[in-house]
């Protein structure tokens, strides 16, 4: 090093790669940092690791053959992936939905939502340092709904339990039951998990202000999901495309002020709470007997390979807990989609990364990515 | 909103746009596209400031069954093969949409206006359909491949793409 470079005042920049093997990156992501001392001056994601060209292979089955790896894109919630297809391929075709199916739907969309946010909110501790005690209480409550899934769809993460038109199969008998008991016991557990975190003077002060997203850049760059409701937009597609049932039910859309970490953390537990009172309203309303699938929707069901749906193309879309999840797809009135597209929340969610973490320390820019709830499995595809 | 009044809005504000309508969405010349999607999203009765979708489709006569879409007229070379982009816009200030703008380039000269400048959220997505059906952004400010590799060659989502282990029969 030459006598200049020593005692320039130039500041020593220090690139460093961040995954992809690491564990706070929750799966195969990597961040290519720039450093000053600690701090950020440049962030570029990469991705792409996990990349299987999902979208050829479903053009290449058939439109029911495709639902079971829908499960593998977002694997933490295969409930509301299946929904969101299956929501696409009845606006293409036109199938409707029995009454019973819906709550149905419904009911388990709530109960992902939850699986979800307690998982998400585990692992954001889990970044912050807080090792594994909060996301053990979160497995413990997640494990009871998984139990449920499996009762009903015969797997625990992997569920295919949506069908064209329906479902697979009607809720097991004593199924109810089990919902019940995971209601009525969800509130205690949040109170317990808030009593925890809520007020924990360390959470505060490493999420506080941290990682601020605006409410202009998240609109522009097509936020959704709790991460834009935590900015402050009032968007849930639940109110707006009041999509299946969603009408018949009442709950809040929470929303946060500042848009910081802990603003992320804190409308998601509000979340959950949510989603109780809805699941709360469903088993009030279930209608006790009904029909799980339309006649056109077994039709579709009964001999995949050869249903076609007509020429044309159709976006279905919902809101899955981390966002808007679409399936954009065109019909050449062949037995295989010709083009099936999805529109994944974390892929899109992480286009502002940068943004947020420039500024902060690298610890921070854990907990930035943390709070944005990315799935690999569904940003690379 | 209906997909008429949508349509003589556009007529009137954007001058010199030709528009086909087809379905529920409308159909877009490249030079018009910017122009269009400003006038949505600034516009007091649509405001549509969120760009939900972008995606690729990669249209090739020989692998079509029965061709959803109609050919478009004026545009000659784009009677048959072509790739189209397709933005679906919806806006979260007034709660309505989707608007969908398709556009559509030829095959062998896919270039089209990057939405990027105008929705920060299109950067991603339009560099996977640069990525997965090749086509050009202009204006994007970080036009690279996202999901492959970047010594990949050739783009794996367009209809005549050979797998490697294919070519060799």
């Not at chain 1, 990349?51 to 919630?77: F, G, K, V, W």
């Not at chain 2, 896919?110 to 090749?134: H, K, V």
Request: charged share 25%.
């Amino acid at each position: 090093m030459s006598e200049t470079a020593l005692h320039s005042q130039e500041p020593q920049l220090l690139e460093v790669s961040i995954g992809p093997q690491h564990p706070s990156t929750h799966g195969v992501f990597r961040m290519n940092v720039v450093l000053d001392g600690e701090t950020i001056v440049k962030l570029k994601p990469v991705m792409g690791y996990l990349h299987r060209n999902h979208e050829q292979l479903a053009e290449n089955m058939s439109y029911l053959a495709s639902m079971p790896y829908t499960d593998r894109l977002d694997y933490i919630c295969s409930m509301t992936n299946n929904f969101a297809y299956a929501t696409a391929v009845e606006k293409l075709a036109g199938i409707d939905v029995p009454e019973r199916a819906q709550y149905i739907r419904v009911l388990m969309a709530e109960l992902t939502r939850l699986v979800n946010h307690t998982l998400l909110v585990g692992f954001l501790l889990n970044d912050l340092g807080a090792f594994f005690t909060p996301i053990l209480y979160a497995f413990r409550e997640r494990e009871k709904i998984l139990d449920f899934f499996e009762a009903t769809a015969g797997s625990r993460m992997m569920c295919n339990y949506f069908r064209f038109g329906g479902l697979k199969s009607d809720l097991p008998a004593g199924g109810l039951e089990q919902v019940k008991k995971i209601v009525n016991n969800y509130s205690r557990f949040l109170d317990e998990f808030e009593r925890l975190l809520t007020n924990n003077e360390i959470l505060r002060s490493r999420c506080q202000n941290v990682g601020i997203l605006s409410k202009e850049l998240a609109v522009s760059a097509s936020i959704t999901g709790p991460m834009l409701r935590a900015s402050g937009v009032n968007y849930d597609i639940r109110k707006v495309d009041k999509y299946s049932i969603y009408d018949r039910f009442e709950f809040k859309v929470p929303l946060g002020k500042v848009g910081d970490v802990y603003d992320r953390y804190y409308v998601r537990i509000l979340e959950m709470r949510e989603s109780i009172k809805i699941l709360q309203q469903i088993l009030k309303q279930m209608p006790e007997k009904g029909e799980i699938i339309s006649a056109k929707g077994a039709a579709a069901g009964k001999s995949p390979r050869m249903w076609k749906p007509p020429a044309g193309d159709a976006y279905g879309r919902i809101e899955s807990p981390k966002g808007e999840l679409g399936f954009y797809l065109v019909s050449d009135g062949t037995p295989k989609p010709y083009r099936y597209h999805v529109r994944p929340p974390s892929f899109i969610n992480i286009t502002i990364l940068e943004d947020m973490c420039l500024g902060y320390k690298v610890a921070d820019a854990i907990i930035i990515l943390g709070s944005v709830d990315i799935v690999l499995g569904e940003v690379d595809r | 909103m209906n997909i008429e009044e949508i349509k003589t809005d556009l007529l009137k504000h954007v001058p010199g746009l030709e528009l086909t309508v087809e379905g529920e969405s409308f159909v877009v010349p490249k030079e018009k596209l910017l122009e269009t999607a400003r006038f949505l999203k600034e516009n007091e009765k649509y405001r549509m400031d969120y760009l939900s979708c972008v995606t690729g489709v990669d249209y090739l006569a020989a692998r079509q069954g029965q061709p959803g879409q109609a050919a478009v007229g004026g545009q000659s070379e784009l009677a048959s093969d072509y790739l189209e982009s397709v933005n679906h816009l919806y806006s979260m200030e007034k709660k309505q949409g989707p608007i969908v703008l398709k556009v559509r380039v030829p095959r062998n000269n896919p270039r089209m206006p990057s939405l990027t400048p105008l929705y920060r959220g299109a950067e991603y997505q339009e560099r996977e359909a640069y990525d997965l059906f090749g086509i050009v952004y202009e204006g994007h400010p970080d036009l690279r491949r996202i999901l492959m590799w970047d010594e990949f060659e050739g783009h794996p989502m367009r209809k005549d793409y050979v797998e490697e282990d294919q070519d060799v029969r």
